[in-house]
Structures are given as C-alpha cells and as structure tokens.
C-alpha cells in the first residue's frame, strides 16, 4: 500500500473549539480527512449540547490518550430553573416544572457551598457509562433504570458568574468522571425548583484551553496543498502528559529503551511515571522504579515523524 493511501504520519495533538450540535465522532473524522493522518482518536466524547476544547489525538499521541481522560476539566454552563429533564439537559423530555423561589445571591451561594469539594454523584442514566457491557443510555432509552452507586468526585471550583429569576451561569473545575449535567441537576433540586443545563462549553481539559483551540470552519478555510497551514495549529504529543517529571537519558540509554529494556539512570530519583527525553527527543512514557531504574511504559515508535 502506498504512502499517500496509509496516510500521514502525524504525531501531536489537535485542539479543536467543537460547534454546537456537532457529534465528537465526526469532529474527529473531520479532523483526519483535513490532516490526512493514518491515525486519530479523541480524548473523551463531548455531547453535541456542548462546545470547546476537545483534542484529537494523530498517530503516537493516540497512546497518551487515557491520561487526558483522567485529567481535570474546566466548564462553563447555564442552568435554567424550575424545569427538570429526563436526560438534564436542554435536549430531554421535561419531567417536571417548579416555581423558583426567591433568590439572592447569598441563599445560591449557600446552596454551592454544598457542591464544593470533596463529594458524591450518582451518574445519570443518560451517560455513557456501562452496565453489563451496555452504555446506561441504552437502558433508559429502553425506559429502563439501572441501580448507579455513587462515585467520589471533586469540585474544585464552583463560582456563580451571574443569576436571574430563571438561570444561574456557573464556572466548574472540577475532577475526572464528573457530570455537569447531574451537577446542574442536583443543585436545582438543592435549589428546591428543579433546573436543567441549557448551555455547555468545555474551557479546559487537562493542560488544554480554548486558548490552544481552533474551529474546523476555520481549518477547513486554509491550504491544505502542504499542510503547513494546518499543521501550525498542532501541539506536541508529549503534552497530554506534560505533568509528569522529566528525565533525561543518554544516547546510549535512550536506544537500550527503545529496544524495551530497562535502564539505570544512577541518580537518584523520584520513583512513579516520568516522561523520557534525550537529545531535545521525546521518547515516551516510562516508570522510575525504588532502585532508579526506568523501566518503559509507552514508548513513542522510532518510526514516527515529529
């Protein structure tokens, strides 16, 4: 098979600014037509409720992909009150509707003060997590509903931008396996009215914001004859695990890694995951055992083209 039909062997990340109503999947198959890449993934589905940050990952950065599932996330949503959905958000079924009570920005502080930090949720229906190998979502489109413990999570922050007789706009950072709309959710029952998302935009995933962010309509509106165009707007692969320490290793090190062999870096270090470089070169993923020897984890292929 030809060149040209594999592909492009890219390696970096694409951050795009996801539109409204767009589905994750096709972002993602959009993002690969436009570069030509031989290999992409996301780093986690975006319903097409929301828009922002949503990377995509071309070719060895696709091994990296779990860590930016594990990262934090940072959010900017409008709650609509006195209305509460099936799926809660804009997009469900209307359960049930409330009048809102009176409110000042005290009495919603109050109600916050009680989401903030440490705490548990219980996953809606409506989310992809599975149960018995099915997506809880297929199980309510069934009319189904399935018993969901509670799972830890954490809100970093939770600040109240603005608020009406009708909405709140909310501002989350908060921890992996989070839910904006269960969050949203339980406070509009908190509230004592009930509420809803009707707006969602993703502002941060892990070291990734809409700062880095770029609009398919405007990569579909540049060149693409030498891709330099395009490809301006790519980042590198090892920052999806840019929080990890580095360490560096010699020529002779890096090739005996590279073979899948472990290797004494003599000095001491911090035992746990690391980045590996060596030469300015990233070569992946790797752990720092007790007695300082790197032993590989993800290593990026020698085949791959920076």
Known sequence: MSRKRKGRLLDAVLVVDKSLGESSNRVLQQARRLYGAAKAGHTGALDPLATGVLPICFGEATKFSQYLLEADKGYLTTATLGVR???????????????????????????????????????????????????????????????????????????????????????????????????????????????HVSQLRRTQAGPFTLADAVTLEALEGQSSEDFAQLDSHLLPADQLINGFPVVELSPEQAHSILQGQTVSIGDPATPGECRLYSQGRFLGLAQVQPDAVVKPLRLVSTESQA
């Open 85 to 195: 959905t099936e799926t809660s958000d804009c997009e469900g079924a209307v359960v049930s509707t409330r009048p809102v009570p009176a409110l000042s920005r005290e009495s919603v502080e109050a109600v916050l003060d009680g989401f903030r930090g440490d705490i548990q949720q219980v996953p809606s229906m409506f989310s992809a997590l599975k149960h018995q190998g099915q997506p809880l979502y297929k199980y309510a489109r069934e009319g189904k509903t399935v018993e969901r413990p509670a799972r830890p999570i954490t809100i970093y922050e939770l600040e109240l931008l603005d608020f009406s007789e009708q909405q709140l706009k909310l501002r989350v950072l908060c921890s992996k396996g989070t839910y904006i709309r269960t969050l949203v959710d339980d406070i509009g029952e908190a509230l004592g009215c009930g509420a």
